[in-house]
């Protein structure tokens, strides 16, 4: 059973350009988080989604970001346009169900490096 | 401030010694997670808990609901437990999660 699953694992972008980060959930998991890590910070939470849903985006920047998890296919967090302030590390993790109870399984990571 | 402390921030011990990491957090929670972060940056779940004691190996985490706080101690440490643990809290609204600054340890030979 393979655990969660995100690519690319390195990805360099440009300033201005656009950033597609990949999340496929554990089987059987429906429920998506994004977390974000800036250098020498915690980790912030970003968005939950279930399929097909946004559940909660409080953690979004207002512009530029927005996340999907489509019907098929996995979780997709896109950054248009982005800025050196962009570089982190960018978790996503996955649970089985709703609610606090559920244990996160969290992805290696996708390292977004802006030059 | 931040709603869920952790302390010490850095943390350097010898192989074998007892370790401990504290936790705190501000109001209700309805589980508490221990992460363990490694150079490189992969993050696996050590424990999830919301009351009394867990054990693994040689880690044990244990929770206090009314004191709001919670510690992770390494029994018998050695060099390849150093890395960054990450205490991290649901609250009782939902479920995402909020995480303390991380400790890094150190474990030298």
């Known amino acids: 059973n393979a655990g969660v699953m995100q690519n690319p694992r390195h990805l360099v972008r440009r300033r201005g350009q656009e950033a597609r980060l990949r999340c496929s959930p554990m089987?059987?998991?429906?429920?998506v988080y994004w977390y974000r890590q800036l250098p020498e910070e915690g980790l912030k939470f970003m968005v939950y989604?279930?399929?097909?849903?946004?559940?909660?985006e409080s953690g979004m920047p207002k512009e530029r970001f927005s996340a999907e998890f489509p019907k098929e296919g996995p979780s997709i967090l896109r950054i248009q346009q982005v800025v050196r302030g962009d570089s982190a590390a960018y978790f996503c993790?996955?649970?089985?169900?709703?609610?606090?109870?559920?244990?996160?399984?969290f992805g290696p990571g996708t390292r977004l490096t802006v030059t | 401030k931040n709603e869920v402390e952790q302390s010490p921030q850095n943390l350097t011990a010898q192989e074998g010694e007892f370790i401990t990491i504290n936790c705190s957090y501000s109001?209700?929670?309805?589980?508490l997670h221990w992460l363990q972060q490694h150079p490189g940056g992969g993050i696996v779940s050590l424990f999830m808990l919301s009351s009394g004691k867990k054990k693994h190996g040689r880690l044990i985490a244990t929770i206090n609901i009314q004191e709001k706080h919670s510690s992770l101690h390494i029994t018998a440490s050695h060099p390849r437990d150093s890395a960054v643990y990450i205490c991290?809290?649901?609250?009782?609204?939902?479920?995402?999660?909020?995480f303390g600054e991380g400790t890094q340890l150190t474990v030298n030979p």
């Open positions: 109001v209700g929670i309805s589980a």
């Open positions: 991290a809290v649901s609250w009782t609204s939902g479920s995402r999660l909020t």
């Open positions: 993790a996955s649970s089985r169900s709703q609610g606090a109870r559920y244990e996160q399984y």
């Open positions: 989604l279930q399929k097909e849903n946004i559940i909660d």
């Open positions: 089987k059987g998991h429906s429920h």
